[in-house]
């Protein structure tokens, strides 16, 4: 195996209780990456005998990037992989901290399991030693205790990555959690549901071995360089983390409010930042494995324990998007996502979307179990959360996501529903920004603001490696479809080999990717072709949608998004325009016009 690879793939089998390993061979290695690109050649090669992503048969695969463990700045990624429960497609999740390279550390380049245990289990790994070990004691515990009980139970060094009672519960929005208090969350598509379908609590890993690397002394003076000049451009980018963003972000109209319905939200936007909150609440800073940029804010908000910050998402989707200005609601609803083991994306959305039926008398107090589910109502927000969490009453249908519930709910419901694919739209509002109008549309996991990022480069982030310098016209159409192709893939990139993708506010673009990948394989990958390489796990993803029956018709975006403006300067997107930037993408890509890959695109990467 190359370095950079530990060299294992580790297997377990929850209903044999068989544990085994594969050799990872050098092809696979090279095609695929690691991450979720790997994650997704081990779902595609298995496609046709998964029956339900809730299913023993749907294996689920915890895969650190390729560079994980290495001195790589930022390079501490988990991907959590399987069919989705909310898509009923390609699914994938990723989370910061160690646990990632801890994996590698003990030896593997990722987990797969299979099957499902007959009773609640987790699974202890410590380098070659993997264990299966009862978890009935602990289902249908919160995530917090559930982490503090298994680190006491192994080993304090260790880390835990597990679910809380709404992955237990199979809820369509629960993540998968990592690091307990210091909450990094697998949160988007499901994937606790995945892993509760399993019966499989938790996953902790020590490891107290290395990951070789092929020039180590050049890995260490390009490393040690990026302490430097990058390290001060990232702090002058990303102060404060999201939660600095959020007053710019309303600024410009990419803040959802008010179930995007729109408006203006600037004097509460300043009472819900991150400098509001930094100050008020502020501990210290606190950085992932193997990154010095310390973007994360631990504070201390009345009625919480000491923690992670709500991150930007989190204080959007609970924040504005409900009407609610209080950080103390919002600080209690990130922890009670965090350990019940909710996205907070989804629940945010389906807590806003639950306000709206509320105020047009679609849902009763007496629907909603005695909750006056107003807008900016926080108590009530809480309650609600706590319903979803455990899944009463109402929270039962809501604990399904938007479109699952508003399905049950009935038609009047329908209109309500912002989501794409069965995943509920993040807190950067498309009409801002119409390449991420494409980008939710096409994403392959739904409506994700990560798996483009486009926006950044639309207002002004200069990618020079990518050939952007300028800022380009939110508004207009030109050139979106090539930027979100161009951004899908370099983002197919970090998530092979498990790079923050907030790096990109220091532009690192596939020239600083295709480095690291050599010092650390001893590979000769050029920036181009790890573009192309990105392209062909792209088209892997895309391939996994299609054969469960997505098309152009799923590629697309909310009535409300296209026909309701998101305040006095701001339109809807252009529906004409969405169709055209679709087909223009989808002629950049190579696909026909249902959006399938063609035979002779797929020939050309060699998938076919
Ligand atoms: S930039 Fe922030 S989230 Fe990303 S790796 Fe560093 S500390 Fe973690």
């Given at each position: ?14 209903a044999?209780?068989?544990i ?21 050649k ?14 023993p ?14 001195m ?49 289990v ?11 070990r ?38 369509r ?10 909450a ?14 399993k ?15 092929a ?6 003076k ?22 600095g ?12 409010i ?5 408006g203006?939200w ?8 991150g400098?509001?909150?930094?100050k ?37 989707a ?7 200005d ?9 922890e ?34 005695g ?64 390449s ?11 409506a ?34 090539q930027l979100?192709?161009?951004?899908h ?12 993708k ?14 690291w990948l ?5 590979w ?15 088209n ?14 799923d ?39 249902k ?10 990467l060699?998938?076919?």
């Amino acid at each position: 195996m190359p370095k950079g690879y530990v060299g294992k793939l580790l297997w377990v089998d929850l209903a044999s209780r068989k544990i085994s390993t594969t050799v990872l061979d050098e092809g696979t290695a090279q095609g695929y990456l690691g991450g979720s690109g790997l994650g997704a050649k081990l779902i595609s090669d298995r496609l046709k005998t998964i029956k339900d992503p809730l299913h023993p048969s749907n294996p689920l695969c915890f895969m650190p990037g390729l560079l994980c463990g290495t001195m790589v700045p930022g390079a501490n990624r988990t991907a959590v992989c399987a069919l989705s429960p909310a898509t009923g497609a390609w699914g994938e999740a990723r989370a910061g901290g160690a646990w990632a390279p801890m994996l590698k550390y003990a030896g593997y380049d990722g987990v797969i399991f299979t099957g499902k245990a007959k009773k609640p289990v987790y699974v202890w790994i410590e380098n070659d030693h993997v264990e299966i070990r009862p978890a009935e004691k602990l289902w249908g515990k919160g995530f917090y205790e559930t982490d503090e009980r298994l680190l006491e139970e192994t080993h304090r060094d260790a880390i835990v990555g597990g679910i809380g009672p709404a992955g237990e519960k199979l809820s369509r929005m629960a993540c998968v959690m990592f690091e307990g208090k210091y909450a990094r969350s697998a949160g988007r598509t499901g994937m606790g549901a995945v892993m509760g379908s399993k019966n499989l609590k938790a996953v902790v890993v020590r490891g107290t071995g290395g990951v070789p690397v092929a020039d180590p002394v050049g890995l260490m003076k390009r490393a040690s360089a990026y302490g430097g000049k990058e390290k001060q451009r990232f702090k002058r980018n990303f102060e404060l983390g999201t939660a600095g963003g959020v007053m710019g972000v309303e600024a410009v109209g990419d803040m959802p409010i008010h179930n995007f319905m729109g408006g203006r939200w600037t004097e509460k936007a300043e009472r819900i930042s991150g400098q509001t909150m930094f100050k008020k609440y502020g501990k210290h800073e606190r950085s992932c494995l193997s990154c010095p940029s310390n973007c994360t804010l631990v504070v201390d908000i009345p009625g919480t324990a000491v923690g992670h910050a709500p991150e930007y998402e989190t204080i959007g989707a609970f924040g504005s998007m409900c009407e609610n200005d209080s950080l103390e609601v919002i600080g209690k609803c990130n922890e009670l996502c965090n350990d019940y083991g909710l996205d907070t994306i989804s629940a945010g959305n389906t807590i806003a979307f639950a306000m709206e039926a509320f105020e047009k008398g679609l849902l009763t107090e007496a629907d909603l179990g005695g909750i006056r589910l107003t807008w900016g109502n926080g108590e009530a927000m809480i309650a609600l959360l706590h319903k979803i969490g455990r899944r009463e009453g109402i929270g039962d249908i809501l604990a399904e996501g938007t479109r699952p519930a508003a399905e049950r709910l009935g038609k009047d419901f329908g209109d309500m529903v912002v989501e794409v694919k069965g995943v509920e739209i993040p807190m950067h509002d498309p009409r801002a920004y119409w390449s991420n109008a494409l980008n939710y549309a096409v994403a392959n996991r739904g409506a994700c603001h990560m798996e483009g990022v486009t926006f950044t480069v639309e207002s002004g982030l200069p990618f020079p490696d990518l050939g952007y310098t300028a800022p380009m016209d939110p508004y207009i159409t030109d050139g979106k479809a090539q930027l979100a192709v161009k951004m899908h893939d370099l983002m197919v990139i970090y998530d092979g080999l498990g790079i923050c993708k907030f790096y990109i506010v220091v532009s690192y673009g596939p020239t600083i990717m295709a480095e690291w990948l050599n010092y650390c394989t001893g590979w000769k990958v050029t920036p181009d072709g790890l573009m192309r390489t990105a392209e062909r796990i792209f088209n892997v993803k895309r391939l996994i949608n299609v054969a469960r029956g997505l098309s152009r018709k799923d590629d697309t975006l909310p009535k409300r998004l296209l026909t309701v403006p998101q305040r006095d300067d701001i339109g809807p997107v252009d529906p004409q325009g969405m169709e055209r930037m679709l087909t223009e993408y989808y002629r950049i890509r190579g696909w026909d016009e249902k959006g399938s890959p063609t035979r002779e695109r797929l020939k050309a990467l060699q998938l076919a």
